[in-house]
């Protein structure tokens, strides 16, 4: 019956393969989402400026290396700790004046400042990539029988791995998380307790930014650096927030990886729907499960 | 409302319609050329306000004025969608008082954009847009195919390929009307040299991630993979397949359609041994390295891709073809192109077909390793130089209409 619509099924091995390179995409995916969803849940702000973020992270590691000689490895520090930083200054100056207004606002706010970062990276870059080679340590990869893994991939599947449990720990089982939790529910009544609230909101967009930092680091080396790579990325990982649930950590991780995967089998199965599978499942999610898989309904 | 009032009403409208009709006419005081691109997107880069900077330079070079009337470059981003393309086009033409729209890189739109000229008399002179369509089946009196097309790419690079023993190919391809044409043509060279053709896989335009198309194409088994992708996309697909260990494997890879910025964004570490077609290369001799100078001193310090440099070819020539017709009718400027022959720093001895195609030199060039680039931006060798009338399409095969077989 398959064959009736000219659908070749592939072989077992080969689908293997495609099953791993789906979770090596959705890792990105589930970073990215990740941030998303804490700036979201903590903050009430729909960061259009994610994606915008996510390249100047990996711009940041191909200008430090050109220009000061600093390698891929300090980058993965250094670019998400500059970055996080000029995210804490947009968010003290701009995105704070509008904590209390209707989400469009913050989305507007932040889409605004997506176009312009990438504007100004246009401008002087050009839309072509520019190149970032592979670390010497991660070059080469493996051959599994079913397929070739590049070292360079399963180094990114465990290292987001690794970042996303270790931000969905911090926020939903420590002390820190909890008087984050609490800040969103009751801003006033934490203060009254003696924290300092917006400090902590700076922070936490602040990191919210460094991850998507992190994610393009990571990502220099398999794609271009180029000024447009974010805004390729950032609708998609829109979509996988709305599936896993707005805010959701958890669901902005598992829905990174397994969108990851789906659209990983739609690339064998029926390629040239590959780029719209994500939003056909992101419209079925929404009609029959508003708040998204793992949102709560308010 | 009464019926007088209606009556007025609509007299009033007609005064109005009429009025506009001569202020329409009133700005024919000027030459306009109008280059339309992808300003922002992924192919902006082979084009974009680059080839903006290249027409405007062939404006300077014929001093400014046509027919005793100052010419004037205006510009379009025209976001790779052929409806968007072709709204453009419709405002240029019958409200803007555009003469002629250069560059049109994304096939889809080119062919779309030259549809609307066409039926206008307007002139189209297609520098970036690949399709070999564009003087095929989709033809027109008023368009000229610049620089290259993917029937020539497919021949010089497909032919070139197989004759050193790439016998069976796997395709990856854009998939859209330029990713399509390409593959078809270079299918078309490969079997009819004696290859096969073992699979294909259509992947959507501007995707980031190929490792699941490259995967398909490893275990094809093919000896070539031909991408018949353009810019950013085959940037990625080859950076992805050095990492998946494709060529170490035993296969190659074919870029159908590679230029010089995307080598830059390879980096010669990645992209050296590929060979490739192109019509220009900035490092050819000392015209084309006086010209790349001038356009980097414009232009940021960047070197002119080929679709660029044919811009400002075709719009020198079409400025030319205007003054001798002494007339702005697309019809009649196009048959004086046709007439005069091209010399510029990229052509020479160039001429126009019937059916719109330039034909030009071609070149096939193989990118060097990193020991072997001395300088900045010292990428290629020139492997061969393929006479026009041997990369390109011969009329006798032709679909275009204009054609008399």
Not at chain 1, 122 to 136: L, M
Not at chain 2, 122 to 139: A, D, H, M, Q, R
Not at chain 2, 234 to 241: D, E, G, H, L, Y
């Amino acid at each position: 019956m398959l064959e009736w619509l000219h659908i070749a099924v592939p072989p077992a091995p080969a689908l293997f393969g495609q099953l791993l390179i789906g979770l090596i995409n959705g890792a990105f995916y589930a970073m990215l989402s990740l941030g998303l969803a804490v700036i979201f849940g903590l903050l009430n702000i729909i960061n259009f400026a994610h994606g915008a973020q996510y390249m100047l992270g990996a711009f940041c590691a191909y200008l430090i290396l050109n220009y000061l000689g600093i390698g891929y490895w300090p980058s993965l520090l250094i670019a998400p700790i500059v970055v996080g930083a000029f995210g804490m200054l947009l968010e003290r100056f701009f995105i704070r004046w509008v904590y209390r207004l209707d989400h469009l606002y913050g989305l507007l706010l932040t889409f605004g400042m997506a176009l312009i970062i990438q504007g100004v990276f246009q401008q002087q870059y050009g839309s072509a990539g520019q190149p970032y080679s592979i670390p010497d340590l991660l070059a080469g990869g493996q051959d599994l029988g079913f397929m070739f893994l590049p070292n360079y991939r399963a180094w990114v599947i465990v290292a987001s791995s690794v970042f996303c449990f270790g931000t969905w720990f911090v926020i939903e089982r420590t002390r820190l998380g909890a008087y984050l939790r609490a800040a969103t529910e009751n801003p006033a009544l934490v203060q009254a307790f003696g924290i300092n609230v917006p400090r902590m909101i700076t922070l936490t967009y602040g990191f919210g930014v460094a991850l998507a930092a992190l994610a393009g680091v990571l990502a220099a080396p398999i794609y271009q650096v180029s000024p447009l790579m974010g805004s390729n990325l950032i609708i998609v990982v829109f979509a996988v927030v709305v599936i896993g649930g707005m805010g959701s950590i958890l669901g902005a991780i598992v829905g990174g990886f397994a969108l990851g995967v789906i659209e990983g089998l739609t690339k064998v199965f029926y390629p040239e729907a590959s780029s719209t599978a994500i939003f056909v499942i992101m419209v079925v999610v929404l009609l029959v499960k508003p708040a998204g898989l793992f949102g709560r309904t308010v | 409302m009464n019926r007088r009032s209606l009556l007025a009403a609509g007299f009033a409208a007609a005064l109005a319609f009429g009025a506009a009709a001569p202020a329409a006419q009133a700005a024919n005081d000027k030459v306009v050329i109008g280059v339309m691109n992808d300003m922002s997107s992924v192919y902006s880069y082979l084009g974009g306000m680059g080839s903006v900077v290249a027409a405007r330079m062939a404006v300077h070079d014929f001093g400014g004025k046509v027919l005793g009337k100052p010419i004037e470059v205006i510009y379009a981003d025209h976001q790779n969608k052929p409806d968007v393309g072709a709204a453009i086009a419709r405002k240029w033409f019958d409200e803007d008082g555009v003469d002629a729209i250069v560059d049109l890189p994304t096939s889809s739109v080119a062919i779309a954009v030259q549809q609307v000229a066409k039926e206008r008399g307007k002139v189209t002179l297609i520098s970036n847009g690949g399709s070999s369509e564009l003087t095929g089946k989709f033809c027109s009196p008023t368009g000229v195919h610049w620089t290259y097309d993917t029937y020539a790419l497919a021949h010089v690079t497909g032919k070139a390929i197989v004759q050193q023993g790439g016998k069976s190919w796997f395709f990856i391809t854009a998939d859209y009307a330029f990713g399509h044409q390409l593959q078809d043509d270079t299918a078309a060279v490969v079997k009819a040299s004696g290859g096969t053709v073992v699979g294909s896989v259509n992947v959507p335009l501007n995707n980031a991630d190929f490792s699941s198309f490259l995967l398909q194409a490893q275990q094809s088994k093919a000896q070539v993979i031909g991408l018949a992708n353009a810019g950013g996309d085959t940037v990625n697909s080859i950076k992805q397949a050095a990492e998946f260990g494709i060529v170490k494997g035993g296969q190659r890879l074919a870029g159908l359609l590679v230029f010089i910025a995307d080598v830059n964004a390879l980096g010669l570490q990645t992209a050296q041994g590929l060979m490739l077609t192109e019509a220009y290369y900035w490092d050819q001799n000392a015209q084309t390295r006086a010209f790349a100078k001038r356009f980097e001193a414009e232009y940021n310090g960047k070197v002119p891709t080929s679709g660029q440099a044919g811009v400002y070819g075709a719009v020198l020539h079409y400025l030319k073809a205007m003054a001798a017709a002494k007339t702005e009718d697309g019809v009649k400027v196009v048959a004086e192109m046709r007439k005069l022959p091209i010399n510029d720093f990229m052509t020479h001895n160039g001429k126009i077909r019937i059916d719109g195609r330039v034909i030009r030199d071609m070149y096939l060039f193989q990118v060097k390793s990193p020991q072997e680039s001395k300088y900045p931006y010292d990428y290629y060798k020139q492997l061969a130089v393929i006479p026009g009338d041997q990369a390109f399409r011969p009329l006798s095969e032709s679909e275009c209409p204009l054609v008399k077989h």
